[in-house]
């Protein structure tokens, strides 16, 4: 039975930091290999969680069990006439590291880049944070809508006896909010295009078809309508990042078992499928977006 890795499911820890990579030219792929056999062991001595996925170029180099429908992450652009999107940026390969020291993510996510140069750059990087009770800057409880722990390897893993068995759909976003804008929304205009109160996260009775629980919380037989059986579940581990040129958002960081289910409430939050724009993208927007697939921990160790 293939083992998801297991810091997909562990308790987050205060700091996190993602590293996207892609190959240069001539890159060495048992070099590559190496690296990344080498940056999980460390990470495991110091008992931070290393999370290691690849984009869908880059995981059929590296094995034969890849999972059904596994595509790229394009820019998914408005029809509206606002100009809102989601940029896509997908790069080769995803490092996440979690831990409560942020010097130990620094010094393992450092020494992962130095073994990886000449073979792999950098193409960006976000350090983030748990901001209180895990809140997103805009003062909402993120991931409220989480299935129960025990549910999660059921929501988030690929089922025995299918292609990627034990891994993971991964979608990495950075979102940028327009904090300035939205803390002179009042409260109950802010609730009203998120879905929940601000307080307590409680779901609200009647949505507004721009919400944005209307867009993402997928039910049968629609959206957001409380009451009825979810569908398409994802398991969130979003947390904020405010960088020194003032810049602060959300760094947003899911898995499912199928990747199907990103791509749907992405068209649905802009406006593709005839639905309303979702409020949100007029306070925030991606810079950056990559789909990814973080495979199981026997086919990790085979690469070395």
């Known amino acids: 039975m293939p083992t998801p890795q297991p810091g997909i499911f562990s308790t987050m820890m205060r700091y996190q930091w993602f590293l996207h990579l892609s190959r240069v030219e001539g890159a060495?792929?048992?070099a590559i290999k190496k690296a990344i056999a080498d940056t999980r062991r460390a990470s495991a001595s110091a008992g931070a969680q290393c999370v290691v996925s690849f984009g869908p170029r880059f995981l059929p180099d590296l094995t034969n069990d890849v999972p059904e429908d596994f595509q790229p992450y394009p820019t998914y652009e408005s029809i509206d006439g606002s100009g809102r999107q989601a940029r896509g940026t997908q790069e080769e390969m995803l490092l996440w590291y979690n831990h409560d020291d942020k010097g130990l993510i620094w010094k393992l996510q450092w020494d992962a880049r130095q073994a990886l140069k000449g073979h792999m750059n950098v193409a960006r990087e976000t350090p983030t944070f748990v901001y209180g009770a895990s809140l997103d800057m805009t003062g909402?409880?993120?991931?409220?809508?989480?299935?129960?722990p025990e549910r999660q390897r059921q929501v988030?893993?690929?089922?025995?006896?299918?292609p990627g068995a034990g891994g993971s759909h991964?979608?990495?976003q950075r979102w940028i909010h327009d904090l300035e804008a939205w803390e002179k929304l009042p409260v109950q205009k802010q609730e009203e295009n998120f879905g929940r109160t601000k307080r307590d996260s409680k779901h609200l009775d009647n949505l507004a078809p721009q919400s944005h629980l209307a867009h993402v919380e997928l039910v049968e037989g629609g959206v957001g309508a409380p009451g009825k059986p979810k569908r398409d579940e994802i398991v969130r581990r979003s947390t904020p990042y405010a960088f020194h040129d003032g810049s602060v958002g959300l760094y947003f960081f899911a898995f499912c078992k199928t990747q199907a289910p990103f791509r749907e409430r992405m068209e649905r939050m802009y406006g593709r499928n005839g639905e309303p724009r979702d409020m949100l993208t007029d306070f925030s927007n991606p810079a950056s977006g990559s789909y990814y697939f973080a495979p199981s921990v026997e086919m990790l160790d085979s690469l070395g």
């Open 170 to 172: 991964v979608i990495a």
């Open 140 to 148: 909402f409880i993120d991931g409220t809508g989480n299935p129960e």
């Open 28 to 30: 060495d792929l048992n």
């Open 156 to 162: 988030a893993a690929v089922a025995d006896g299918q």
